[in-house]
């Protein structure tokens, strides 16, 4: 059996975690929001038209944050279509996904699903067919108190509050020719500057997100986000990274290849950003929002993407994830945890029908896809600070990355209930890895909370409507805690939980 170790000290830690890592996306795509997480008339619809199925799965799911409304979507939006009275609404066609739009749910209706579901809301501004002055306007309708036109306005459709939403991406995948109004780097460095710039005028409380690339392996990637950065260093606080992870040859071995290409592309965008930090001589960090990620292939056609007919809330990119995408979801997550210190902010997207970890049937019944399991296990457990790991374990060589460590894990301690928390992934897939792990100086009284494993010996095994909990977490046995020292054994193609406790 393969051994891997992994040591951690009380000294040595990455960062705190920020919790907003556990990010999700809903965007006016696909099913999505309509017969997603609204369906007025829906059997388990409130009466705002929320599914309280979908609400219950997302409070279980566990998102921090969730990024509105784009996505693609997002390029041709004009906020004020999703507000005011909803009869009196503009129906559009969307050129992102060549939809109906009939913006019966928009930004406050958001802002109400946000407080239900108690996630804080990531908004985007449109800088494709609008710019600084639409994004002005509408971060004042939204964080303005009253007294001004706009922020009146809301108080008059009926929201006297300010939304107060914090987080805000300047646009989305501006480098991408697909993109409503695809800009050059030089042509969208310049907006996101004087947009962020207005911005903080009318809300110096905002944290700002400049678009980095849609891929690593865009052309322009590197090039972009130094351009980009070059222009608007000093009003952004964070560049943004999108990817979508693919299985194209069916090839798991090559397949956890992506994982590290995700690492090494937080490091390389991390590297730009202070390159340009050290040309301005500056001090100051720019930290990164992965905020799109996932599994995405079976459903990446065009035919997936755009109907003919302009229809309504069409099934688009619907994919159906097995077990396979449930470990590369799950590495991922162990990935961004363990470069807590630039990643601040991250949305698997997005949350519901479109590469969605839940699933929904019009009229019908809410269920958990594979890649859900690991998702809510790490936002219900990763809290406090990252510990830097020193790991030990045999690798493989794949195509899609030289030198692939068996073991992936990550462990975060918390001071403030005394867990710690080891999350760990055996990438063989034939023979069981023997863990050890050592948590030094984090104390000797320890005691095992939990453990459990994402794992199917089928890597093809998904959830169906007709069977959804084919996949499950299960309890992992066999988990022995002696003193500092925990040692396990992780079933081939398994990702896992472990869970222990000093008392306080
Ligand atoms: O998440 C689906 C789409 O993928 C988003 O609209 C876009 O930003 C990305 O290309």
Redesign the pocket.
Known sequence: MPHASLVVDRDFVVADLDRRIFGA?V?H?GRCVYTGIFEPGHPQADAQGFRQDVLDLTRELGPTIIRYP????LSGYDWRDGVGPVEERAVRRDL?WFSTETNRFGTNEFMDWCHKAEIEPMFGVNLGTKGPDEARQFLEYCNHAGGSALSDLRRAHGWEKPHDVKFWCLG??MD?P?QICHKTAAEYGRIALETAKVMRWVDPTVQLAACGS?HRNMPSFGAWEYEVLDHCFDEVDFISL?T?FRNDDDDMREYFGVIELMDTFIREVTAIADAIAAKRRSRKRIMLSFD?WNV?YRTHQIEHMRRPGWPEAPRL?EEVYNVEDALIVGGALITLMNNADRVKAACL??LVN??GPIMTEPGGPAWRQTIFHPFALAARHGHGRVMRTRVESPAYAAKSFPEIPYLLSCVVDNPVDGTTTIFAMNRHLSETLDLTAELRGLGTERRLVSAQEVHDLQLKTMNTRERPNAVVPRDLGDVRVEGERISARLKPGSWNVIVTQVPR
Do not use: D
């Open positions: 996306f965007e795509m784009g996505g693609n979507f992102a989305n995948e991408g697909w849609s999108h979508y799109e995405w990119i997207a997005q479109v590469i």
